[in-house]
């Protein structure tokens, strides 16, 4: 049965924002939304949505957000609520922490994986159990 | 499509350049230099200084204004700060406070 009231999508209005390839940022980027770096960023990226990184884009700096995709360069560690995706001809040099984590073929990653999963029921217990 | 696109929810602390064009919806405070136009859209925050080739303001903007070839205040845009243009218009429903030197 169809929901009567049409109102407007309730998306994030507007949630997006581009840096594009020209683009430099020194500093911190906070916001709502989601967020595609094709440029580079020095500093901090805390958003509430996902963040991209484009094949020109570079990151220094830590990422909090929903879903990543990498495909670019990020020196720094990730906090992504949802999945991280490392695509082929990233380089990625951090931790990444997130609901899962993969890694595609082509890639180049130097850190530690985080992802936070619950382990099938005959593996829970002490890990490395006999 | 804008180069750089800076989203109504978005806020950027520190220094921002680009030799694309940039489109300003959020907010900034730092520093703004772009070598390209720069648009600066109602409902923007802007505290910052701005370097432009051309500027054309909607919305907030606190800092001085550099523009190679023009800056434009909309109306409803509020500008406090000095510009350096060397043309300017200024829309009847802008507010503006500040100095203006045209001599480029």
């Given amino acids: 049965m169809a929901r009567g009231s049409a109102?407007?999508?309730?998306?994030?209005?507007?949630?997006?924002?581009?840096?594009?390839?020209?683009?430099?940022?020194?500093?911190?980027?906070?916001?709502?939304?989601?967020?595609?770096?094709?440029?580079?960023?020095?500093?901090?990226?805390?958003?509430?949505?996902?963040?991209?990184?484009?094949?020109?884009?570079?990151?220094?700096?830590?990422?909090?957000?929903?879903?990543?995709?990498?495909?670019?360069?990020?020196?720094?560690d990730v906090a992504a609520r949802g999945a991280v995706t490392i695509r082929s001809g990233a380089k990625v040099v951090g931790s990444m922490g997130g609901a899962e984590v993969s890694i595609e073929e082509g890639a180049s990653f130097v850190g530690r994986i985080e992802a936070e999963f619950d382990l099938p029921a005959e593996l829970q217990g002490r890990p490395g159990a006999r | 499509m804008a180069g750089t696109i800076i989203g109504q929810g978005i806020?950027?602390?520190?220094?921002?350049?680009?030799?694309?064009?940039?489109?300003?919806?959020?907010?900034?405070?730092?520093?703004?230099?772009?070598?390209?136009p720069v648009?600066?859209?109602a409902g923007a925050v802007?505290?910052?200084?701005?370097?432009?080739t051309s500027l054309a303001v909607g919305g907030t903007v606190t800092g001085n204004v550099t523009a190679s070839e023009r800056v434009d205040l909309l109306s409803g845009a509020r500008l406090v700060g000095d510009v350096k243009a060397a043309r300017l218009t200024i829309a009847d429903g802008a507010s503006f406070k500040g100095n203006v030197d045209m001599d480029v």
């Avoid at chain 1, 509430?48 to 990184?53: Q, R, S, V």
């Avoid at chain 2, 802007?46 to 432009?52: M, R, S």
């Fill in chain 1, 7 to 76: 109102t407007a999508q309730s998306t994030t209005s507007e949630g997006s924002a581009v840096l594009g390839r020209g683009a430099r940022v020194r500093g911190r980027v906070r916001g709502e939304g989601n967020l595609v770096v094709d440029g580079q960023v020095e500093g901090d990226i805390s958003v509430t949505g996902d963040l991209a990184i484009g094949d020109g884009g570079a990151i220094t700096g830590d990422i909090d957000a929903a879903a990543v995709i990498i495909g670019g360069a990020l020196t720094g």
């Fill in chain 2, 11 to 36: 806020t950027i602390e520190g220094e921002i350049t680009s030799d694309e064009e940039v489109v300003v919806a959020g907010t900034i405070r730092g520093k703004l230099n772009v070598d390209g």
């Fill in chain 2, 39 to 41: 648009t600066i859209d």
């Fill in chain 2, 46 to 52: 802007v505290e910052a200084d701005i370097g432009a």
